[in-house]
């Protein structure tokens, strides 16, 4: 089975803030990585896939970057919708997934 | 516009099975481009998948509830279910149903859920 771990579990950013996101797979899987927001109470939102592109009416100040075994998430100037929690996920082993435990963006 | 829409009993018994229903409206789940899925959250916890199901009624499960699940595709009525049996307090969470769809941008395709149901909470309790 594929593993997958973020760093950091939680962060408090403040509003314009650079915000980085770290994922990291137990093995390779290539650019076979997306990510996620979740709003509480909310289902999970789509937005990066294949470790790198944007998902459709996603801002750009979401970006991805990686390959391998290493993935980030940038968020270039925090906005106040942005506060939620992010998960990363694999898909290498489709049709077989999992998901990251989340990090969690508050309000410093 | 795409809607996925849980429906099942809020409540369930342990040692019994668990059954949910997404029900999809704005794209047909005949469609030969996309698997349809099902992921849990437990409160407080992460995401974990269950499983997948195609058009065609075939099925993928997570090897560590494999033994439990049940997916099934109803393409008259353009939903799927999900039973889950022999269920425990560890059961309890949010099931969603997101629709799996894929993209060219990577060989093989890359995959993803890009549309999400609002999530029905299960609570297993006597």
């Known amino acids: 089975d594929i593993q997958m771990t973020q760093s950091p579990s939680s962060l408090s950013a403040s509003v314009g803030d650079r915000v980085t996101i770290t994922c990291r797979a137990s093995q390779s899987i290539s650019s076979y990585l997306n990510w996620y927001q979740q709003k509480s109470g909310k289902a999970p939102k789509l937005l990066i896939y294949g470790a790198s592109s944007l998902q459709s009416g996603v801002p750009s100040r979401f970006s991805g970057s990686g390959s391998g075994t290493d993935f980030t998430l940038t968020i270039t100037s925090l906005q106040p919708e942005d506060f939620a929690t992010y998960f990363c996920q694999q898909s290498y082993s489709t049709p077989l997934f999992t998901f990251g435990p989340g990090t969690k963006v508050d309000i410093k | 516009h795409l809607q996925l829409q849980e429906s099942g009993p809020g409540l369930v018994k342990p040692s019994e099975t668990l059954s949910l229903t997404c029900t999809v409206s704005?794209?047909?789940?005949?469609?030969?481009?996309?698997?349809w899925g099902w992921i849990r959250q437990p409160p407080g916890k992460g995401l974990e998948w269950i499983g997948s199901v195609y058009s065609t009624g075939k099925t993928h499960s997570s090897p560590s509830l494999k033994s439990r699940v049940t997916i099934s595709v109803d393409t008259s009525n353009n939903r799927f279910s999900l039973s889950l049996s022999s269920v425990t307090a560890a059961d309890t969470a949010v099931y969603f149903c997101?629709?799996?769809?894929?993209?060219?941008?990577?060989?093989?395709?890359?995959?993803?859920?890009?549309?999400w149901g609002q999530g029905a909470l299960v609570t297993v309790s006597s």
């Open positions: 704005g794209d047909s789940i005949r469609s030969t481009t996309y698997y």
């Open positions: 997101a629709r799996l769809s894929r993209s060219l941008v990577l060989v093989p395709a890359a995959t993803f859920f890009d549309y």
